[in-house]
């Protein structure tokens, strides 16, 4: 019986991770099937055919797109040219929404079903697009309970799948006494080109060198760490640790991060921190006149209904100097005020017990109904 064939598309690093955690778990189910993607390192290390390398596209906002706008187009139409002539049996699409949702509507015209993974945030910036959206897809999964709630006032296709970090239970095993840690300050600048070269320097100011902390810079991958080391002296150097070493990582007192996965990673560890977000004046320009909510870690919305107003961390995007005067402000409450820290760990348990909410059914599970005739 001939293989069925799977078309996925991961355009970000994390997106890399959850593919190709998928990958596996589906291989498990069915091993009649063969994985053809556009993807990064994770990826490569599963059985699956990478054909093309999406950390040449992988940027965010608006003025960091323009600046790759050829390459991303030379991709999509790669894309488009492979589907039309392979005719894959299901295409996975994971997060990257504006150059996956083109795709998606592609593959619709062809009659080709697409399962979209990892919701786009349009109830913080673009609820009218919904409709649309949902028009170009056969099913979303989605990794907030909340999420589910929110898509399902336009389709019934949607289905809550968990949270690739509930499954890492390296994670939760990792969790070390806030005394016994040994890193004072771990700063994690993103993992994009753009969010490392727009993050790293506001981030490094907030040191506060009187105080001769320990501190760690914590690269994504090794891309990732080839442009922090290109970009900083190298007296810097010997301060990078992989972001893959959770030991490392649980070794921290607190963390100044990037907004993202890391964010959560980093309160299920039982890590306070403070988020620092910068962007180019354009990006900016623009993020400020389309977002509808306050806040924009993960971290503070994951928790209840009231979306983006519940903030369990600091939040500094696009920060000025008065910001950064208050970073180290609250970098230093997380130090010194026992009782401020504790109401993180109490915070980081609700988050916890969010994210191990179980799903009814699996990433895997949906794809292969969709494999059937």
Not at 6 to 34: P, R, T, V, W
């Amino acid at each position: 019986m001939d293989k069925k064939k799977i078309f996925i598309i991961a355009g970000e690093s994390s997106g890399d991770q959850h593919a190709a955690a998928y990958i596996k778990e589906h291989l498990k189910l069915n091993k009649n099937i063969s994985f053809v993607a556009f993807g990064q390192s994770e990826i490569k290390k599963t059985n699956a055919n990478v054909i093309y390398d999406t950390e040449e596209i992988s940027v965010v906002g608006i003025s960091e797109v323009l600046s790759k706008y050829s390459k991303i187009m030379r991709a999509l139409r790669s894309a488009k040219q492979y589907i039309y002539n392979n005719r894959p049996n299901l295409i996975v699409l994971v997060d990257y929404v504006e150059f996956n949702l083109k795709v998606a509507r592609y593959a619709k015209k062809l009659g080709i079903p697409v399962l979209f993974y990892v919701a786009p945030q349009v109830w913080a910036w673009r609820e009218k697009r919904s409709q649309k959206f949902i028009e170009a897809i056969n099913h979303l999964a989605v990794i907030f309970p909340f999420e589910e709630v929110f898509f399902k006032r336009y389709t019934q296709n949607v289905s809550y799948v968990g949270h690739p970090l509930n499954d890492r239970h390296e994670l939760i095993n990792s969790i070390k006494n806030y005394q016994d840690r040994i890193i004072d300050l771990g700063i994690f600048p993103g993992s994009r080109e753009s969010e490392i070269k727009n993050n790293i320097f506001i981030m490094l100011d907030c040191i506060q060198k009187s105080k001769k902390e320990k501190v760690a810079i914590f690269y994504a991958d090794e891309t990732s760490k080839y442009r922090i080391m290109k970009l900083l002296p190298e007296e810097f150097h010997k301060l990078l640790i992989s972001g893959k070493d959770i030991n490392q990582i649980s070794n921290c007192k607190k963390a100044l991060c990037a907004s993202g996965t890391i964010t959560l990673q980093l309160a299920i560890l039982n890590i306070p921190m403070v988020i620092m977000y910068n962007l180019s004046y354009i990006s900016y320009f623009i993020m400020k006149r389309l977002i509808t909510v306050q806040y924009i870690g993960l971290v503070n919305l994951i928790l209840g209904s009231s979306i983006g107003k519940m903030p369990i961390v600091k939040e500094f995007i696009q920060p000025t100097y008065n910001d950064q005067v208050d970073i180290m402000v609250e970098l230093n409450s997380i130090d010194n005020d026992k009782i401020y820290r504790n109401k993180f760990f109490e915070n980081y348990e609700r988050i916890r017990k969010k994210l191990s909410e179980k799903p009814k059914e699996t990433l895997a599970s949906i794809a292969e109904r969709m494999l059937k005739p």
